[in-house]
């Protein structure tokens, strides 16, 4: 599989082919037959591979592997199917439920992955991934009151997880209500103080509220936190042009030009009148998976 891990989608496809019943009793080795079939544009030949993998449908962590090369590659009928075929137990039973409702979500059957998780939930109790992705079922469903009273139950019932506050606030953020964004972006920052992703979000919103010297302590907290984050850096240029810090701000523009050479956002900002830009309205540090609806007026949200 070493021509597969090298991205030789079609080295790996001819050797693994070649030896196929070798390949056949070995989970991992049809999985890799069928990512490299998938990246080769053959996607029935991915599916008939990934079908032998019903042979090992009491070895649940082999299925989900299947499940999870389908994922990769957004064949979400496929993904589900081999979800369905494993065999169930007490101890998988609210796992596999909950692939198959985000396989649901994946293939936008938003109303499927409702029903999905509320059987979920009622049999096996609610995990907080599970409220989250509930949540995100409503918000593309145009739900968002549902949406929001769904994470703060899970705020409520799993304080220690950072997802569902970061996603309240970037629901809150689709919805233009800045003011309770702020609230909550704050809250946040004081639960999880050396979250980047928490800082980064909490910058955001002060942007958008124009709290531009705000903006730049939360973003330099961001940045100070997690030097591998293109838009923590991206939005403390930007609010420090906004606060009119014109040498700070051209500063890390050349920064995120060397550091990030791939990431054109920084010669593009800072090519608008010498460096001093305004902030971007249009920009913000999330963007959802393939598959799920734009919630934001200029770009999408992620989830995961």
Same mark, same amino acid.
Request: glycine content about 4%; charged content about 25%.
């Given at each position: 599989m070493v021509s597969e891990n090298m991205h030789d989608y079609a080295r790996a496809a001819e050797l693994l082919a070649s030896v196929s019943d070798e390949t056949e009793q070995r989970p991992e080795s049809l999985a890799a037959l069928a990512r490299s079939?998938? #990246?080769?544009?053959?996607?029935?030949?991915?599916q008939a591979t990934l079908g032998k993998m019903s042979r090992f449908s009491q070895s649940g962590n082999a299925i989900l592997l299947g499940a999870q090369i389908a994922d990769e590659a957004a064949d979400f009928s496929t993904e589900q199917q081999l979800l369905l075929s494993i065999a169930p137990n007490p101890g998988n039973?609210?796992?596999?439920?909950?692939?198959?409702?985000?396989?649901?979500? #994946?293939?936008?059957?938003?109303?499927?992955?409702?029903?999905?998780?509320?059987?979920? *939930?009622?049999?096996?109790?609610?995990?907080?991934?599970?409220?989250?992705?509930?949540? &995100?079922?409503?918000?593309?469903?145009?739900?968002?009151?549902?949406?929001?009273? =769904?994470?703060?139950?899970?705020?409520?019932?799993?304080?220690?997880?950072? =997802?569902?506050?970061?996603?309240?606030?970037?629901?809150?953020?689709?919805?233009?209500?800045?003011?309770?964004?702020?609230? *909550?972006?704050k809250e946040t920052t004081l639960s999880f103080p050396h979250s980047a992703r928490a800082f980064e979000l909490r910058?955001?919103?002060?942007?958008? =509220?124009?709290?531009?010297?705000?903006?730049?302590?939360?973003?330099?907290?961001? &940045? #100070?936190?997690?030097? =591998?984050?293109?838009?923590?850096?991206l939005g403390l240029a930007e609010a420090q042009s906004a606060a009119a810090l014109t040498q700070d701000s051209s500063t890390n523009f050349e920064t995120g030009i060397k550091t990030f050479p791939r990431d054109l956002r920084f010669k593009v900002e800072a090519g608008r009148d010498g460096g001093r830009v305004r902030r971007s309205p249009c920009r913000a540090p999330f963007a959802v998976r393939p598959g799920h609806r734009s919630l934001a007026s200029c770009r999408p949200l992620r989830i995961r």
């Open positions: 079939y998938y #990246h080769l544009n053959r996607a029935r030949d991915a039973q609210a796992l596999i439920g909950y692939r198959i409702a985000l396989a649901q979500f #994946h293939a936008k059957q938003f109303e499927e992955s409702l029903r999905t998780l509320h059987r979920l *939930i009622e049999q096996n109790g609610g995990s907080s991934e599970s409220y989250n992705l509930l949540a &995100w079922n409503y918000q593309n469903l145009g739900q968002s009151g549902k949406a929001i009273q =769904t994470l703060e139950q899970a705020l409520a019932q799993f304080p220690s997880d950072e =997802t569902n506050y970061l996603d309240l606030i970037k629901i809150r953020i689709a919805q233009r209500s800045f003011s309770a964004a702020l609230s *909550i972006a910058g955001l919103v002060e942007e958008k =509220t124009e709290r531009f010297r705000d903006a730049v302590e939360s973003y330099s907290q961001a &940045w #100070h936190l997690d030097r =591998t984050r293109p838009d923590a850096l």
